[in-house]
């Protein structure tokens, strides 16, 4: 089982389309695959696992306005909580019990939710190691998946070097602008700053995403891979936005529609292209 995190200290690189695609795409071609949903945000669990908010006004009727706020905060922050990816932060071994089917036979996902962004104080209040919680989880389903996809959220915290602890890969989407180059710049320090301080080869690449047909942008693919030569993958994904919305409103991704408009456009080929070059890679 190889472990791949994904992994930008900016956001909107196109981070989480590119985790759901890329395990979506690998467990298409019949390897198993397991999908964590380390952001707080929960958005990779939601496309797999949505189910629709139970609207009741029964709660809320003969209220004042203040009694109706105070029911909603009430409500929303102590509804039944299922267990998700925070649970293996107090015992690692849980994570056999949290792994949630899909709709696609050999992808399974460890979802998210909001209480994930108050795990980071709580490693650090812990004792002992805090970097290989996820790295001792992982240990507990080695033999039941090929692959293990981490969506990382783009927050330089404990949670991301649990992540980048337990890879074997890290992908890091960048599009072509000069922020996301800082960003790429300050994603590569802090790898670099752990694979010293915890003596660990870090095996990273970076993905141009969202690319646009621009001669400034041409240029910016030519710079890239003068400095990062085969550390920048081949692939590049185009921009195509009419796709990418449509999967996600309709929760997918764009390698699972039959529709002929989709399955031909240029980003599913893209996203084809690079599952075989990632294959080659891995």
Not at 169 to 185: E, H, N
Request: proline fraction near 2%; aromatic fraction near 8%; include cysteine.
């Amino acid at each position: 089982m190889k472990t791949i995190s994904i992994y930008n200290i900016k956001g909107g690189t196109g981070k989480t389309t590119a985790a759901k695609t890329i395990a979506t795409g690998m467990a298409l071609e019949g390897k198993k695959i397991c999908l964590i949903d380390l952001d707080p945000q929960g958005n990779t669990g939601k496309t797999f696992m949505y189910e629709e908010d139970q609207l009741d006004l029964c709660n809320y009727e003969y209220k004042h306005q203040d009694e109706k706020i105070n029911t909603f905060i009430y409500e929303y922050l102590n509804q039944e909580k299922e267990d998700t990816i925070c649970d293996i932060f107090d015992l690692p071994s849980k994570i056999t019990t949290i792994i949630r089917k899909t709709s696609i036979e050999t992808l399974d996902i460890i979802p998210s939710n909001l209480y994930l962004s108050l795990i980071d104080t709580k490693i650090r209040l812990s004792d002992g190691r805090q970097e290989n919680y996820i790295s001792k989880a992982l240990r507990e389903i080695r033999n039941r998946y090929d692959y293990v996809i981490i969506d990382c959220s783009p927050v330089k915290s404990l949670l991301t070097v649990n992540a980048i602890y337990a890879s074997d890969y890290v992908l890091i989407p960048v599009t072509i602008d000069d922020d996301s180059k800082q960003g790429l710049a300050m994603t590569l320090k802090e790898i670099k700053a752990l694979e010293e301080l915890y003596d660990l080869e870090i095996d990273w690449r970076v993905l141009i995403n969202m690319k646009q047909k621009t001669r400034l942008q041409d240029e910016n693919v030519k710079f890239l891979r003068f400095v990062f030569g085969d550390k920048l993958l081949k692939t590049l994904l185009c921009y195509q936005s009419n796709p990418i919305t449509t999967a996600t409103q309709q929760r997918k991704t764009i390698l699972e529609f039959k529709e002929k408009r989709f399955r031909e456009s240029h980003i599913a080929n893209d996203y084809r292209n690079l599952l075989k070059e990632l294959e080659e890679l891995l």
